[in-house]
């Protein structure tokens, strides 16, 4: 935040007659000057409150508490930031003040002679204008050297030890998640029926030969419909696994470590992981025995051939 300096902008208005051996100023010149110093001041003040919001908008979307290090520190360093802003902002306002005041007390003069009552007051405007100016540079470049050091203190200190969670990524393998589910329900109730009606056929033509190896796919059978019936149950908790997360993310993009609700995301992310893997082990352990079913019935046949 910079502000050319209104001491080498207000006084070139200065005029001596030599005449009247009096000095004047004329009051449209110094009103000019003054006005782009306060704008300027105003706008600066304004840059540097929207790029203040915007760290602190950064930050709090790492929602940490800042009772432990490393931020403890930072959080401090914000206040520290606010503290400095506030401070601009109080030179802010005396420069708008010395401002009206000069206005009320030139009203209606074209020009401030050294022969006027109000010649003091414009002394006086001159000497706090020069002094705001210089304040306000110094407390500005302050402001920047502390910025940087907290952006400095963020990257060092607290983003290498924090993690993004992109919650629309796990969303959307959630959501597969279910609906391969679906898909593996239908293709297990359809596998287990074609091999109760192999098995009917093959008790109808060796039932009086192969009585242990019918059992034996009778008991096969068995276990898969009993393996399906555990992957039902995975899948409800499965189900409501997700929809606990989905609960919790709600209009959430991404999540970081340092969020207090971190930690029970990610214990349900985990709750989904397992129930997933569960399911695919149950699911290859079917497969198992539908090649041993396959196994057994090739051997009958062989035999009878």
């Excluded at 302050?142 to 796990?170: C, G, H, R, S, W």
């Excluded at 597969?176 to 329900?185: G, I, S, V, W, Y």
Aim: one cysteine or more; charged letters at 25%.
């Amino acid at each position: 935040m910079t502000t050319k300096p209104l001491y080498t902008l207000l006084f070139f208005c200065i005029i001596f007659l030599l005449t009247s051996c009096s000095v004047y100023y004329n009051t449209s010149e110094i009103n000019s000057n003054l006005t782009q110093f306060v704008s300027q001041v105003q706008k600066n003040y304004s840059s540097t409150k929207t790029g203040l919001e915007k760290i602190e908008q950064n930050y709090s979307q790492l929602n940490a508490s800042d009772k432990e290090e490393p931020f403890l520190s930072a959080s401090k360093k914000l206040q520290l930031l606010d503290k400095q802003l506030a401070n601009i902002s109080q030179l802010r306002n005396k420069i708008t003040i010395e401002y009206s005041n000069f206005k009320s007390y030139s009203k209606g003069m074209s020009k401030i002679s050294s022969k006027d009552k109000e010649w003091d007051l414009l002394k006086e405007t001159k000497e706090k204008m020069k002094t705001f100016s210089d304040q306000v540079q110094i407390k500005s470049n302050e402001f920047v050297v502390m910025a940087k050091d907290f952006e400095q203190y963020i990257n060092t200190n607290i983003l290498p030890i924090i993690k993004v969670y992109k919650i629309d990524d796990y969303k959307n393998q959630f959501s597969l998640f279910a609906k391969n589910m679906a898909t593996l329900e239908t293709e297990n109730l359809k596998a287990l029926l074609k091999y109760k009606t192999i098995l009917e056929q093959l008790e109808k033509q060796y039932s009086n030969t192969h009585t242990e190896q019918l059992k034996e796919l009778k008991t096969m059978l068995v276990l898969v419909a009993s393996k399906t019936k555990l992957i039902k149950d995975k899948e409800q908790k499965l189900s409501s696994a997700i929809k606990e997360f989905n609960s919790l993310t709600n209009s959430i993009d991404q999540l970081y470590s340092s969020d207090p609700l971190f930690s029970r995301v990610k214990t349900v992310q985990e709750e989904i992981d397992s129930h997933v893997k569960a399911i695919q082990n149950i699911q290859n352990e079917i497969k198992s025995l539908y090649s041993k079913f396959q196994t057994t019935t090739g051997k009958i046949q062989q035999v009878q051939k």
